[in-house]
C-alpha cells in the first residue's frame, strides 16, 4: 500500500507557472512509475504526465506537452509537475498516482493501472 499527499495547488493567471509536489510512502518508491491526473467538474479523471521508475522516460498528454514537465527524485520519494504557460483549460484537480506495475518502463499507461492515489489538490487558473 502506498500513501500518497499532494501539494501546490492554487490560483494563478492564465499565462502562469505552479509546481506541484507529490511524497509517497508505504511501498518501494522507486520501483514504481509515478502518473499526474486531472479531473475537472463533469469531465473524466485523465493522464497529463508519467515517469518511469527510473525518470529516465515521461510521458505527457498532447494538450501540456511543451508546457508541464514531471520529474521524480527517489531518495526523497517526491514527485514534481512544473506547470508554465498555465492556460484556464488547465483548470481541475490534480492527483498523483502510483502505477501498479514494478520496473515498467513502457508508455502504455491506464487509468486502471495506478492504483494508489492522493487526495488531490486544486489548480485554477483564471482567465
Known amino acids: 500500500q502506498v500513501q500518497i499527499v499532494e501539494s501546490g495547488g492554487g490560483l494563478v493567471q492564465a499565462g502562469g507557472s505552479l509546481r506541484l509536489s507529490c511524497v509517497a510512502s508505504?511501498?518501494?518508491?522507486?520501483?514504481?512509475?509515478m502518473g499526474w491526473f486531472r479531473q475537472a467538474p463533469g469531465k473524466d479523471r485523465d493522464l497529463v504526465a508519467a515517469?518511469?521508475?527510473?525518470?529516465?522516460?515521461?510521458y505527457y498528454a498532447d494538450s501540456v506537452k511543451g508546457r508541464f514537465t514531471i520529474s521524480r527524485d527517489n531518495a526523497k520519494n517526491m514527485v514534481y509537475l512544473q506547470m508554465n504557460s498555465l492556460k484556464p483549460e488547465d483548470t481541475a484537480v490534480y492527483y498523483c498516482?502510483?502505477?501498479?506495475?514494478?520496473?515498467?518502463?513502457?508508455?502504455?499507461?491506464?487509468?486502471?493501472?495506478?492504483?494508489?492515489w492522493g487526495q488531490g489538490t486544486q489548480v485554477t487558473v483564471s482567465s
Open positions: 508505504g511501498r518501494t518508491f522507486s520501483s514504481y512509475a
Open positions: 515517469v518511469t521508475w527510473s525518470g529516465r522516460s515521461t
Open positions: 498516482a502510483a502505477d501498479r506495475r514494478p520496473y515498467y518502463t513502457g508508455s502504455n499507461y491506464k487509468l486502471a493501472d495506478f492504483t494508489s
